[in-house]
């Protein structure tokens, strides 16, 4: 497994940005499919976005499309979420996550080595 650590969370109104990253240690980045997901308080985990070994491929939940951007340096050995126009309802603690499974649009459960988080407070 990789080892994953999330960074560049913090407090920002509405309208504001913000940039995830993750960076990992372990196997060789390039191999994984890589992923960021969220959770709110009281509420599930939910899927966020994707991106593909190549970077080829990207997927974003409808709620996030045109205002998050995922991207990944294999050169660094981390992948990146860019927020924009940020809301009250993407408070919430963001992960990443890894797979050597498929390549990007996988389901959550072949996902198999997470971070621990970093939390994304949005205010009104």
């Known amino acids: 497994q990789v080892q994953l650590v999330e960074s560049g969370g913090g407090y ?16 060789t980045f390039s191999e994984y499919a890589l992923a960021w ?3 709110a308080p009281g509420k599930e985990r939910k899927f966020v976005a994707s991106i593909s070994r190549n970077s080829g491929l990207t997927t974003y939940r409808d ?13 660094k050995n981390t992948v ?11 408070t919430a603690v963001y992960y990443c996550a890894a797979t050597l ?8 459960t072949w996902y198999d080595s997470w971070g621990r988080g970093t939390q994304v407070t949005v205010s009104s």
């Open 80 to 90: 990146y979420l860019q927020m924009n126009s940020l809301q009250p309802e993407d």
């Open 63 to 75: 709620s996030v499309k045109g205002r998050f951007t995922i991207s990944r340096d294999d050169a």
């Open 101 to 108: 499974r498929g390549n990007g649009n996988v389901p959550t």
């Open 12 to 27: 920002v109104q509405a309208g504001g940005s913000l940039r995830l990253s993750c960076a990992a240690s372990g196997r």
């Open 37 to 39: 997901f969220r959770q």
